[in-house]
């Protein structure tokens, strides 16, 4: 793919718009995705094939020429699929560009632009490794990716697959799963600090209570609190407590964080 102007002249630095989209996958998102499947290289008729897989249709065997016939099926598709089966399109598509000997340059342009889309129009879904995951703030975002590479550095396998879990239940379609992000997200900080302190078998809140000095003063009291509201909101669940999304992306974001924080000071102080 070409450089753009912009590109070529360094105005094309992506501007993050506030997050006002989750639960939807608005008219010109679904309008942009067929333009850019077609920039990438597919044809009307192999964009139709996935659009059909996906969406458990048949094709209309009277359409046969790729403009306007196929190419106005594919907007009908697409415009019409309800908002979470759009982004299954998007996992598919993503797979079939990587594996049908389409050129490296057709899908990192894929995913490069649409998830330049996702930001610049307020989108909170981005393409990560394959899947259509949950995206957060831009700060939200750091903390996670840095976490994510230490626990893998470190070698915390465990940590690493607990963290992802958390971002899965999050991106769950058409509805996340705040209580399983919140129990994986703590189960994440909770290995760190077994593999950390030695106390392999401990959970969290004896860990704190036995080796608080991991924590700097008065920061271990936060970890302790955190540690007792998902206890009240992730392991053992009220009636009437069920913890909102804001919650659960709170709790995910503190314990990578902490998480991060953890391995890095046992490296400093072996």
């Not at 359409?63 to 099926?73: A, F, I, K, L, R």
């Not at 509805?175 to 106390?199: F, K, N, W, Y």
């Not at 709790?251 to 391995?263: C, F, R």
Request: charge should be negative; charged fraction near 30%; proline fraction near 5%.
């Amino acid at each position: 793919m070409k450089d753009t102007f912009s590109k070529r002249n360094g105005f094309a630095n992506v501007e993050e718009i506030e997050i006002t989209i989750r639960n939807d996958a608005p008219e010109e998102l679904r309008g942009y995705l067929i333009q850019l499947c077609y920039e990438c290289g597919l044809g009307p008729k192999d964009l139709r094939h996935i659009l059909c897989r996906a969406l458990k249709k048949q094709p209309d065997p009277n359409n046969w020429s790729d403009y306007p016939n196929v190419d106005g099926e594919n907007v009908d598709l697409i415009q019409s699929a309800k908002w979470y089966k759009v982004y299954d399109i998007i996992e598919q598509l993503q797979d079939h560009l990587a594996n049908h000997n389409y050129r490296s340059e057709n899908y990192e342009h894929f995913y490069e632009q649409l998830n330049e889309y996702f930001i610049e129009n307020g989108i909170g879904w981005k393409l990560f490794e394959g899947r259509v995951e949950i995206r957060g703030p831009e700060s939200f975002e750091v903390i996670v990716k840095s976490a994510r590479d230490t626990e893998k550095q470190a070698g915390n396998i465990t940590a690493s697959k607990e963290l992802h879990q958390a971002i899965s239940d999050l991106s769950r379609r058409p509805e996340p799963d705040p209580t399983g992000a919140i129990q994986h997200a703590m189960a994440s900080l909770e290995c760190v600090a077994r593999e950390i302190t030695g106390d392999i078998k401990a959970n969290l809140g004896d860990i704190m209570k036995r080796h608080g000095a991991i924590i700097p003063k008065p920061l271990d009291e936060a970890v302790i609190r955190a540690w007792g509201f998902a206890s009240e909101h992730g392991r053992h669940l009220r009636e009437g407590r069920e913890p909102t999304y804001a919650d659960a992306e709170l709790i995910v974001g503190l314990s990578a964080s902490l998480g991060n924080y953890l391995i890095k000071i046992a490296k400093e102080n072996p």
